[in-house]
């Protein structure tokens, strides 16, 4: 019929409704839902693919459509240079023109990871590296070559523990683990830098890291956010008094893979870097990741004179100021509980 119908036209009239029925199937084309093998697709742009290249990595992911059309729609809207590499998803009903915007948007899908307040280096590494959506770049590195790669080498405090902020992180799934960290880098030292530069009294500590490493162990000593100002308080008078801080929780991280879960006394004598019942001052390096808040308690400790506390069984301290009134607290909350 139409073939009939342009014979019966003049040529070039005939020419301009060929236009425009190619026109309208490649328009009813590109906006029609496209054919997926399931619900959900992914598919992967690589880095410097030209729309060429990556309509044939995403037609072969389980989209169904032609290649050269995506590419011909590219060409026509002038954004075939502007597509941004990374992890995608598309949903049933999508069309070949959403699949462009989310291209050239860098609509990327996301993922997201979690690190705890009260973890170590070690424990954000082993989720690092059980995680499906991260690309695992520095799995095979040692912690001084991660820490290379993030430009601290020649920093302060080199040693990864406590350098990472815990939060939840949104990333592109196939980010690298080492953007990850790096970014968690970055967010503890804004934080600390911040909290650092608004305390308001004398503290007995004289950089910013030396109060990373007592936000550490404030961290580990309670969970409960309302004794952390008092607990580092606690700390703060025993080092402005040359007391030893005998933390519990350094001892157990300078006994590493020997710790069995049962501290013993013979732990407590045993002498390690971290044993703040045998070392005056400050363990070398934090013992965990602090969070916001005990980063808060030890720039802006409590008003209180207290050298003792004991957990009280509940997840809250009981505060003392002598010796005696500790062992009286020892005795009704602890031994008393056995």
Partial sequence: MIRWLTRMLPAGLAGLLAVLAAGGWFYWKVSSPLRLAGERVEFQVAPGSGMRAAARDIAAAGIDFDPWMLVALGR????????????YEIARGATLLDLLQKLTRGDVSQAEIVFIEGWTFRQMRKRL????????????????????????????GTAPEGWFFPDTYLFAKRSSDIAILARAHRAMRRHLEREWARRTQPLPLATPYQALILASIVEKETGREADRPLVAAVFENRLRQGMLLQSDPTVIYGLDERFDGNLKKRDLLADTPYNTYVRGG?????????????????????????????????????????????????????????
Avoid: W
């Fill in 282 to 338: 400050l363990p070398p390096t934090p013992i965990a990741m602090p969070g916001l808040a005990s980063l808060r308690a030890v720039l802006h400790p409590a008003p209180s004179r207290a050298l003792y506390f004991v957990a009280r069984g509940d997840g809250s301290s009981h505060f003392s100021r002598t010796l005696h009134e500790h062992n009286q607290a020892v005795n009704r909350y602890q031994r008393s509980a056995r």
């Fill in 129 to 156: 590296d059980a995680h499906p959506d991260v690309r695992h770049d520095g799995k095979d590195l040692s912690d001084a070559e991660i820490m290379r790669r993030l430009g601290v080498e020649n920093a302060d």
């Fill in 76 to 87: 026509l809207s002038r954004s075939e240079g502007s597509i941004k590499a990374g992890s």
